[in-house]
């Protein structure tokens, strides 16, 4: 399985942004998929899941409310809606596909919030 990740960016205090996730390769094994994030000096954490489905999704108490996960199956792509932003939003986003087995990354995409 292939993650590519595209619509990051710099966007001021209260503004929105979409990211987008195209899986291609295997993409019958993956069970569900989310988006992860990664600021200087801290941990990755999940942000947002979404399973093959769409039938069930998670978010972390900090998006709640502002965030939306959704898939387009027929695509094989996962979207982040973002609204907003806050400055401690700011980090590097990870796409993952949760499949049997070591989960798949993609490469990341930075998305900075100015304050």
């Known amino acids: 399985v292939s993650l590519v990740e595209s619509g990051g960016g710099l966007v001021q205090a209260g503004g929105s942004l979409r990211l987008s996730c195209a899986a291609s390769?295997?993409?019958?094994?993956?069970?569900?998929m989310g988006w992860y994030r990664q600021a200087p000096g801290k941990q990755r954490e999940l942000v947002a899941r979404?399973?093959?489905?769409?039938?069930?999704?998670f978010y972390a108490n900090s998006v709640k409310g502002r965030f939306t996960i959704s898939r387009d199956n027929a695509k094989n792509t996962v979207y982040l809606q973002m609204n907003r932003l806050k400055p401690e939003d700011s980090a590097v986003y990870y796409c993952?596909?949760?499949?049997?087995?070591?989960?798949?990354w993609g490469q990341g995409t930075q998305v900075t919030v100015s304050s």
């Open positions: 390769g295997s993409t019958a094994s993956i069970n569900a």
């Open positions: 993952n596909a949760q499949v049997p087995g070591p989960n798949y």
């Open positions: 979404i399973t093959s489905g769409g039938g069930s999704t």
